[in-house]
């Protein structure tokens, strides 16, 4: 019999898996898993982290062009200041606002692309990452698997440590689902 139980720690809510034999009275067997680390270094979560910088790196050349416009104009703007008569200096200092607005939404639409994409890429792996984890906990008989990323833990034997594990089951069975 499986049981899972979530709790929250700090405000944050964790996940701990209970696995109880019915019947069997043994010693109390505890895993510990970083979820992050199988994030990050499975093969799935390595080609999402490819795919990250990319975007990310699209997104930070079109900004710097932006950026590199933006001083330009401020600098041309500063330096026609006492040329300028006054009414032109504002539609000029309107002119560059309005720009500046633009790109502070182009910077904060890059940064809610980001984040969505790493929240959909945890609703779809997460789950599937679980599914290992149960598994191993079930087939070894341990009564308790916690996230050592959640779950402030002050202490852990090494030999508890599943991690690698799970990236190593989770590499061979995950198969992304194509659209």
């Known amino acids: 019999m499986k049981r899972s139980w979530l709790f929250s720690v700090g405000g944050m809510l964790c996940l701990a898996l209970l696995f109880c034999v019915p019947g069997v009275q043994a010693a109390e067997k ?7 680390e199988v994030m990050l270094n499975s093969e799935a979560g390595k ?11 699209r997104d930070k050349a079109s900004i710097q062009e932006k950026e590199t416009e933006l001083r330009k104009l401020k600098d041309d703007l500063e330096k026609q200041r006492s040329i300028l008569k006054e009414e032109a200096y504002r539609e000029k200092e309107a002119a560059y606002q309005k720009k500046f607005r633009d790109y502070q939404l182009l910077v904060k639409d890059a940064n809610e692309d980001l984040q ?16 290992v984890v149960n598994a191993i906990g079930e087939k070894e008989n341990y009564s308790l698997v916690l996230d050592i990323g959640t779950v402030p833990v002050a202490y852990f034997n090494k030999e508890s440590d599943l991690t ?3 990236i190593e089951e989770f590499n061979k069975t995950y198969k992304p689902k194509t659209p």
């Open 30 to 36: 505890t895993g510990f898993i970083d979820m992050r």
């Open 47 to 57: 080609k999402a982290t490819e795919e990250f910088k990319k975007i990310y790196e």
């Open 164 to 166: 690698k594990r799970v």
């Open 116 to 131: 969505a994409r790493d929240q959909e890429l945890s609703r779809t792996l997460i789950p599937e990452i679980l599914k």
